[in-house]
């Protein structure tokens, strides 16, 4: 039977907070095979009984399930739209899907009505407290629906009648505020009641104005924490109320003390104020709030990706270190908070500090937090069990010391939350290895740690900053496990807003270096435009349009696209790419002693990235159709790639820096000449069985070192490199009990002893890259970048390492891909599912013949034995 199974708007199930005409998708179930979508019909409507239709697509034939625009609807601000799809194939018509909805957002900056409000002045510009502000107002009988729209200079929560709005934490999130301010919406109709309502809000100094970067500067954007709100009610004779923030509204301290992002929260329960966002509140004590002029044309909807928890890990183990010291391990190294319980007297504390690591002792390791505190300080009202964890703050950890606690300490009193970005699950990978499945675990919680609102490069010490080249190299990855299309959008609008007059893009997106760097060694030397880092801009939208096929993306991010190729064409020298502070192959393992810097030369490195970009930047035009622009940047890729080959190849073809990243570079972006490319390939891996089998990579070569073997006959090499479980390599960290992703190969160095303090993170995402060779290699789930969005899938999955069976799982907009092999000696058994409305090309390019009753589905091709199929599951016995 043909049935829709899932439908989304802009990727998202139900959303709200809707500002334009969303994309709609829908994937579809059946019993069938090859199924192919005929037609669908859309109705959207005003209620969700479909009586009063708003629009009705009629059949359109086609088979778009991905993408599909309504531009013809005619949007109005704070309404919720309903809509449902139905399909045929060439056989029959399915149901009407389920009802779906979305909800709109204000669509114009001229609908605010409100003004920010703070209970801080400009004396507290130096104070990282909490403060309340509350407002109560009247609402007459029967009201059909209430929404509210806010947001914070600072961080905020919500509430209305003592019930708090929604699970979002540390909105509204990180960006370029001055440029681009996200605000939440949120339905709160069960929460308005007849008669006497009270709305009010705790603000926190958050990234805002709170202590940040490496110049330990505070108030970025501004020196007073303020809200901005405003309460729409419609009753059901259709007149509406709106309550707003304005010089009505009262504010005062609240019992957050201190809160900061880097150095923990301060709370005494002492100072609660009881049923504050209650109506029958006394509120004549507090003062009257303050208004903070800003310009809400920056304002802009959220509608998902929002920061929330998602995982809670109980306490695994009690320790007393060797210096006496009681620790809770939580036994998985990850960001968020501890959520405890306790009992005790008034003015008794518990105060907890939070690391990732003990010592070769077993001792408290806090060294590589540097100067942040990642100390939470709880004051016990008295009496009652209470219960607590911080409002405006995270913590990178796996470890608590307990440094102060009342009464019995239980494990059972204390839990970890896990908190990031609200992502769907994606992709999964299993195999025989358990060290592979543990590698790939780190990856995950990796990224989990280091996605909170940006992509962080660590979420433990005083840095936590969103660096581009780390986002970059980690995004093919990420997109590979979870649904990143609105998260990496969102945080692409600060790349662009962020950028430099003349098209620089910073290390850092939201930029709070430049300008301010002075006194740092290292960024003194420029603050934009590094390779990698700065390809970001042009390298992560192609990815996001190969990985889910929306060009709006593209069209979205084409102008910064284009100001970064343009930056680079202008300060390049013959060609040549090498601006300012270029920070190369990033803590290499052959940089000199004590450098930072790998051993390939910064001209290689960024003319390679310089060469990269511009080509997919040609290709990107031509997809658009802006024809001017796909000529004049193919030409000036065929130049850069030239000079590369010129520059960095002699005549006899060997390259003239011999590293390993300078070869894995040339061969992943296709830089060598055809008739030097044997002589590339045979050298890298020369430089391999030099560091007997080993990587010495940093940032830039490490993720495509995989790929850059494989690609090119070397699979057995790729897979030798994977599985090595001695330093330097991935599995060493698993082997050394990492449950995340280590800044440097040697974080933990063999003899026990640690990586220099000053830059040591035992959650730091980048290296987890090689994620991505596991689903497109090892499971063989590749997109086809002329059918992007995995509308065709090219299935090529490679056998080898030992591996005795692999299962992947990848979760497109069209539906699930799944991907199961088996090898028994030379027999491998492959079990396949594509989705629904797309098709695949399979290639077994290690086969030497297929099962004799599936020889007729095969061909020979340059790549090994090859067919197409379609949708459904497929099974295939070979012998490689």
């Known amino acids: 039977m043909l049935r829709i199974e899932q439908v989304t708007a802009d990727y998202l199930v139900n959303p709200v907070g809707i500002t334009k005409p969303p994309q709609l998708g829908w994937t579809i179930g059946s019993d069938k095979t090859n199924v192919i979508q005929k037609s669908y019909r859309i109705q959207v409507a005003s209620d969700p009984r479909f009586q009063n239709l708003l629009l009705d697509s009629g059949i359109v034939e086609s088979e778009q399930s991905a993408h599909v625009e309504m531009k013809e609807l005619k949007l109005s601000s704070s309404t919720v ?175 957050v003390l201190f809160s900061e992002i880097y150095d923990g929260e301060i709370y005494d329960a002492n100072l609660e104020e009881e049923g504050w966002s209650n109506p029958e509140y006394d509120d004549k004590a507090w003062k009257p709030v303050e208004i903070v002029a800003y310009d809400t044309s920056a304002l802009v909807s959220q509608a998902g990706a929002k920061v929330k928890p998602i995982d809670r890990i109980p306490a695994q183990e009690r320790i007393v270190t060797p210096q006496g010291d009681t620790v809770i391990d939580f036994g998985q190294n990850l960001t968020g908070w501890v959520h405890f319980k306790v009992k005790g007297q008034s003015g008794e504390r518990v105060v907890l500090k939070h690391f990732e690591v003990l010592d070769a002792e077993g001792n408290v390791y806090l060294d590589n937090l540097r100067k942040a505190k990642q100390t939470i300080s709880y004051t016990l009202k008295g009496g009652e069990e209470e219960a607590y964890h911080p409002h405006f703050t995270f913590q990178g950890f796996r470890y608590v010391q307990v440094v102060e606690y009342p009464g019995e300490l239980k494990l059972e009193d204390f839990e970890a939350v896990a908190v990031h970005s609200d992502m769907k699950p994606a992709g999964t990978f299993e195999c025989s290895n358990k060290d592979v499945n543990q590698l790939q675990h780190n990856i995950v919680w990796g990224m989990k740690g280091n996605f909170v609102d940006v992509p962080t490069d660590c979420p433990q010490r005083d840095e936590r900053l969103g660096w581009t080249g780390d986002a970059q190299i980690f995004c093919r990855t990420a997109t590979y496990l979870m649904d990143t299309y609105t998260f990496f959008s969102k945080w692409l609008r600060d790349v662009k807003a962020d950028q430099t007059p003349e098209g620089g893009v910073p290390h850092v997106v939201p930029d709070i270096v430049s300008g301010k760097a002075d006194d740092n060694w290292l960024l003194k030397q420029g603050t934009h435009s590094a390779a990698a880092w700065a390809d970001a801009a042009v390298i992560m939208p192609w990815t996001l349009y190969l990985m889910y096929g929306d060009t709006r993306i593209l069209e979205e991010q084409y102008d910064s696209m284009k100001a970064w190729i343009d930056f680079m064409e202008r300060h390049s020298e013959n060609g040549i790419w090498n601006y300012k502070l270029q920070f190369g192959d990033w803590v290499a393992l052959d940089a000199k002693e004590g450098s930072y810097f790998g051993a390939t030369p910064n001209e290689l490195v960024a003319t390679a990235y310089y060469a990269y970009s511009t080509e997919l930047f040609a290709k990107i035009a031509k997809r658009l159709n802006k024809d001017r622009d796909y000529e004049k940047y193919s030409k000036l890729y065929r130049e850069v790639a030239d000079t590369f080959q010129k520059e960095f190849f002699t005549r006899s073809g060997r390259m003239a820096a011999r590293t390993q990243t300078a070869h894995i570079l040339a061969l992943y972006f296709n830089l060598v000449p055809e008739e030097f490319r044997e002589r590339t390939i045979r050298t890298l891996v020369e430089l391999l069985e030099e560091n007997d089998g080993h990587l010495v990579t940093g940032f830039v070569g490490t993720p495509y070192f995989c790929h850059a073997l494989s690609q090119n006959g070397r699979l057995k090499e790729a897979y030798e490199l994977l599985l090595k479980d001695d330093f330097p390599s991935w599995l060493y960290q698993v082997k050394a009990g990492a449950t995340t992703i280590w800044e440097h190969w040697d974080g933990i160095k063999p003899d026990g002893t640690m990586w220099s303090p000053d830059m040591n993170s035992f959650n730091h995402y980048a290296y987890g890259a090689v994620g991505e060779w596991l689903f497109r290699v090892v499971a063989g789930i590749e997109a086809d970048e002329h059918q992007a969005g995995f509308k065709h899938t090219l299935i090529q999955p490679h056998i080898g390492g030992g591996l005795e069976d692999v299962h992947a799982t990848y979760s497109t907009i069209y539906g699930d891909i799944v991907v199961s092999w088996k090898a028994e000696g030379n027999r491998v058994q492959l079990e396949v599912t594509i989705p629904h409305n797309t098709t695949a090309t399979l290639v077994l390019g290690q086969a030497k013949s297929v099962a004799a009753e599936l020889e007729s589905q095969f061909a020979w091709s340059e790549k090994g034995l090859t067919a197409n199929v379609g949708s459904g599951q497929h099974s295939f016995s070979y012998l490689i």
């Open 81 to 255: 739209y309903y809509w449902r799809v139905r399909i045929t194939d060439d056989a029959e018509e399915s149901e009407w899907s389920a009802t779906a909805s979305f909800a709109t957002a204000l669509l114009t900056h001229e609908e605010w009505k409100g003004q920010f409000v703070s209970a801080e002045t400009k004396a507290d510009a130096a104070n990282s407290k909490g403060t309340y502000v509350r407002r109560k107002f009247a609402a007459k009988p029967e009201i059909a629906r209430a929404v509210v729209y806010s947001t914070a200079l600072g961080l905020y929560q919500l509430y209305i009648n003592g019930t708090r709005v929604g699970e979002d934490e540390l909105a509204p999130g990180w960006t370029s505020y001055k440029k681009h301010l996200l605000y939440q919406t949120h339905d709160v109709t069960r929460l308005v009641q007849s008669g006497e309502n009270a709305i009010g809000a705790m603000l926190g100094a958050g990234w805002y104005k709170g202590l940040m970067g490496f110049a330990r500067q505070r108030n970025h954007y501004g020196d007073q924490t303020a809200l901005l709100c405003q309460l729409e009610i419609v009753y059901t004779d259709g007149s509406k109320e709106v309550v707003v923030t304005d010089s009505r509204w009262k504010g005062a301290d609240s019992p």
